[in-house]
Nanobody, 123 residues
Framework: QVQLVESGGGLVQAGGSLRLSCTTSVRTFSNYAMGWFRQAPGKEREFVAAISWLGGSTSYADSVKGRFTISRDNAKNTVYLQMDSLKPEDTAVYYC????????????????WGQGTLVTVST
């Protein structure tokens, strides 16, 4: 059973920073592309960022481009999301997800999901 566990969420003021982590039990982590998605109250889950299996390619939603950075450490089976210049509209539950090899931006393309971590950005 593959498990993904997110951490690092919390309450931060607008303009502040948080770093989310997602550690997975998948045995061949380096074979998986990893993505971050988020879901705000009353809204659908949306793509935030993704990184390819070796980390050579990344993709970002326009709304976070230039503010968020995704990275991975295959030796630690962990993917990170550094979030800077946070805005109140970034408030959401953030989920990490895994799929084989290639980056995708649709949630339906991902095989494994974590339980999510709440990020709240206050004004």
């Amino acid at each position: 059973q593959v498990q993904l566990v997110e951490s690092g969420g919390g309450l931060v003021q607008a303009g502040g920073s948080l770093r989310l982590s997602c550690t997975t039990s998948v045995r061949t982590f380096s074979n998986y592309a990893m993505g971050w998605f988020r879901q705000a109250p009353g809204k659908e889950r949306e793509f935030v960022a993704a990184i390819s299996w070796l980390g050579g390619s990344t993709s970002y939603a326009d709304s976070v481009k230039g503010r968020f950075t995704i990275s991975r450490d295959n030796a630690k089976n962990t993917v990170y999301l550094q979030m800077d210049s946070l805005k109140p509209e970034d408030t959401a539950v953030y989920y990490c997800a895994a799929r084989p090899l290639l980056i995708k931006t649709l949630a339906t393309e991902y095989n494994y999901w974590g339980q999510g971590t709440l990020v709240t950005v206050s004004t």
